[in-house]
């Protein structure tokens, strides 16, 4: 009787272990590494202050079945004032905010250099340019493709508390 109980205990015990297909996804920790501009001017000894990398997180939800869709936010008030929507089309949505004072001068580009601390070395959909005393930060889904061949599409995109906030997904 007791080799039946824990036989049956054993069974169970893998439902209860397993994750929940509702169960919620961690945050992805995107860092985008930053490449200040070149001047082309051979006389230029230094490169005004830029950041060397800026974070941003992504947070998969809860697979469904047939899609997928992932939520993000980029909180930079270290780096800028309030952003807005500056341009949206069909593939992008385009937010600008101003710089900070330390960073105004900054003249560089951003893109995805990691997820979770690993190298990225795909396309990133995640750009920044820094310049004239403006950030714009690029949400491009030109390029990038579901397991059905379709580009993917932005879901939502909005500006919570001066921080860009998007959606994006695809089929699977």
């Known amino acids: ?19 929940s297909p509702m169960a919620l ?13 070149n001047s082309g001017d051979i006389n230029i000894t230094y490169f005004p202050l830029c950041p060397n990398e800026i974070t941003i997180t992504e947070t998969p939800r809860p697979y469904q079945e047939g899609s997928y869709t992932t939520d993000g936010m980029a ?8 952003f807005q ?33 690993e190298n990225f070395p795909d396309h990133s959909y995640l750009r920044m340019r820094l310049i004239d005393k403006k950030a714009y930060l690029i949400l491009d889904m030109t390029g990038m493709h579901d397991a059905n061949d379709l580009t993917n599409v932005i879901l939502q995109k909005a500006v919570k508390s ?9 089929t699977d």
Do not use: H
């Open 75 to 82: 909180s930079l008030g270290w780096l800028t004032k309030a």
């Open 85 to 117: 929507i500056e341009k949206i089309d069909q593939f992008s949505v385009t937010w600008v905010a101003r710089l900070q004072p330390k960073y105004a001068n900054c003249r560089a580009s951003a893109k995805i250099r990691k997820i979770d601390g």
């Open 162 to 170: 001066g921080n860009p906030t998007w959606s994006w997904g695809g």
């Open 1 to 19: 009787m007791l080799k039946q109980l824990s036989m049956g205990a054993i069974a169970i015990i893998p439902i209860f272990l397993s994750p």
């Open 25 to 37: 996804a961690a945050p992805r920790t995107l860092t985008l590494g930053v490449y200040p501009l």
